[in-house]
């Protein structure tokens, strides 16, 4: 991914805000609001439009770019070029029912779809402008009318995303600057042109003349709407944004708005990043968008398709954090879903059909991140997400204060128990089959006695599991060094230029023990370099950073062995003992191998 699309979700700029502003609704009307989507937790997000058609290929050569949706602006298409395709966009395969059957079967309850990208081109009956896909293609019919008949028949919630902020065919928006040379460029800062009166007001103009009617005919024209999913906010006003949720809400009271209306504090829930896989919480209801390889809209040329259980393992991440997950498909110009996005929508779907009791209604982790995988919540239950299956046999569930009733395989009919041990007053110990039944996750319930009283630190395994510190969980001090996209390779922290600044984690350890300490990190070739100290339980270690590559081409060194006297809290500390170059270094984690006993 390029740093230019890394914009358009305006990662780069969200990582360098320290911190970001917590924000929590606790009313009674949000609470209602919410209810439904707290319950669903897995939505499918589609991508199709006319870029569809051009599958990231213009006049036979590769657009560069991620996004195959971006190609109208990355390769510079003029509008008049750019509208003769949709004489050629003719869907004929397209069935709603086959789309909202594949997203149940995945187990999902909401689906998110394109009415109108950036590209301008609408995707359903507009009268507000006829470059939509009933008056320009020889298709000719609306398929947002079929598909929310689809969705309200098999109660799949139905959702628009609508590009409020870009519109590249509208002479007055934001992102066309190669037909129209005085427009707002698509990668400007809203501090550029906010005091612009021109731009201001023809922006104004477009928000005006196409974007609220627009808006309006979405949330008028096809029942119940449950979602207005909004993109690139960081491109207008705060009162801009207040003025679209505003404006949802008096058309329909009960329709939900995502953060990406305008940022933080505004609409119903959060956002993450695009295929952010490493976050820091911020906003207690919040949701994670994700594609099945590079780009969200349908790329001839896009084969990184990811795994299912990389899929399954970054929903599961999200769930425990209390977040929804988003899906996206990007299906072909003639409407269907590739074979590809199929099979890994069934093999999501198997693993839900089995699982799905450790997905819907349940909330986060109240025993944070074990190293062995993830936890959710429901009610008494516990589900314990296996990641990792301890070869011992003997899995331990650090931080769970309560006494567990009875624990057993979800997937198991029978729910025979496994046999239960309480190590100490905070750890408890199960004795699970030597081999996972799922390699991706396997689930364990452990149903517990009273309220959950739970100690979420690290806690440092003896045995069977390495002991990570990754960079997004730890804690900054300082005013320089920022924890960096989350993005794939970018789980970081960057911005290291002051000694002063420094990255904690406080972890906990049941018993003595002795452990080799390694660091992972990234270093610039001529623009990073220094000495940093690792440190904890008083003991300390020094060493140098060896830049190489671009920052991201991850190194590691051994710097010592921590030997831990005896059980309890502890904390452990990366600072800058010197800096060479402009940074230190990007720390991606800190790992801690058990050695055993101490000797």
């Not at 009162?239 to 949802?248: I, P, S, T």
């Not at 944070?368 to 314990?384: E, F, V």
């Not at 599991?465 to 794939?488: C, M, P, R, S, W």
Request: one cysteine or more; glycine letters at 10%.
């Amino acid at each position: 991914m390029t740093q230019r699309d890394m914009y358009m979700d305006n990662a780069e700029a969200e990582a360098e805000q320290q911190p970001a502003a917590l924000v929590e609704y606790t009313e009674e009307v949000q609470d209602r609001r919410l209810a439904w989507w707290r319950e669903a937790r897995f939505g499918m997000f589609i991508h199709w439009g006319l870029y569809s058609l051009l599958g990231g290929v213009w006049k036979g050569k590769e657009v560069p770019g991620a996004y195959g949706e971006h190609i109208m602006l990355r390769g510079q298409i003029p509008v008049r070029e750019y509208e003769q395709i949709a004489g050629e966009f003719n869907p004929v395969r397209y069935n709603a029912e086959e789309w909202v059957k594949a997203a149940k079967a995945a187990g999902m309850k909401y689906l998110v779809i394109t009415a109108k990208h950036h590209d301008g081109f609408a995707l359903y009956d507009s009268k507000v402008s006829d470059f939509n896909i009933v008056k320009r293609t020889p298709y000719a019919r609306d398929p947002m009318k079929d598909l929310a008949d689809a969705c309200h028949k098999h109660g799949v919630k139905l959702c628009f995303y609508y590009s409020h902020s870009m519109d590249w065919h509208h002479p007055d928006s934001q992102g066309n600057t190669h037909d129209y040379p005085n427009n707002i460029g698509a990668w400007d800062p809203l501090e550029s042109w906010v005091d612009d009166e021109d731009k201001r007001t023809r922006y104004e103009r477009y928000l005006n003349e196409k974007a609220f009617p627009q808006l309006k005919e979405l949330l008028t024209q096809y029942g119940e709407v449950a979602v207005i999913w909004f993109d690139c906010g960081h491109k207008v006003t705060d009162e801009q944004g207040q003025r679209f949720v505003d404006y949802v809400r008096s058309l329909q009271p009960n329709c939900l708005v995502n953060r990406r209306v305008r940022r933080d504090g505004f609409g119903d829930y959060g956002n993450s990043g695009d295929n952010q896989l490493h976050i820091r919480i911020n906003r207690k209801d919040w949701e994670s968008i994700h594609t099945m390889n590079n780009s969200w809209g349908y790329k001839k040329t896009d084969h990184n398709w990811k795994s299912v259980t990389s899929i399954l393992r970054n929903m599961i991440d999200v769930f425990s954090l209390n977040g929804n997950y988003l899906l996206n498909v990007g299906p072909t110009p003639e409407g269907e879903f590739d074979e590809k996005s199929l099979d890994i929508l069934q093999g999501v779907g198997r693993w839900m059909s089995v699982n799905g009791e450790s997905v819907y209604a349940t909330t986060g982790s109240p025993i944070g991140k074990p190293q062995w995988g993830r936890c959710t919540m429901k009610g008494q239950k516990l589900y314990l997400h296996v990641f990792d299956w301890p070869r011992s046999g003997k899995l331990v569930v650090g931080g769970l204060r309560n006494r567990i009733a009875k624990a057993y395989l979800l997937a198991d009919p029978e729910q025979a128990r496994l046999a239960i041990r309480r190590l100490n007053a905070d750890d408890v110990e199960l004795s699970v089959p030597s081999a996972p039944l799922d390699p991706a996750a396997t689930v364990i319930v452990a149903e517990i006695e009273g309220a959950v009283d739970a100690n979420p630190l690290k806690l440092l395994h003896r045995a069977d599991h390495l002991n990570v510190f990754g960079a997004f969980d730890g804690d900054i001090d300082g005013e320089k060094l920022h924890y960096d996209t989350g993005k794939a390779g970018r789980d970081t922290v960057t911005g290291w230029s002051r000694k002063e600044d420094c990255i904690r984690w406080t972890y906990r350890a049941a018993e003595p023990g002795s452990y080799e300490v390694k660091i992972v990190y990234g270093a610039q070739e001529g623009a990073a370099g220094g000495e940093f100290v690792v440190e904890t339980a008083g003991q300390q270690w020094r060493g140098s950073v060896k830049p190489k590559g671009d920052g991201y081409e991850f190194a590691w060194d051994i710097v010592g062995i921590a030997r831990l006297e005896q059980p309890g809290e502890y904390t452990l500390t990366v600072r800058a003992e010197s800096i060479a170059g402009e940074t230190l270094m990007n720390l991606k984690e800190i790992q801690f191998r058990s050695l055993g006993d101490l000797t």
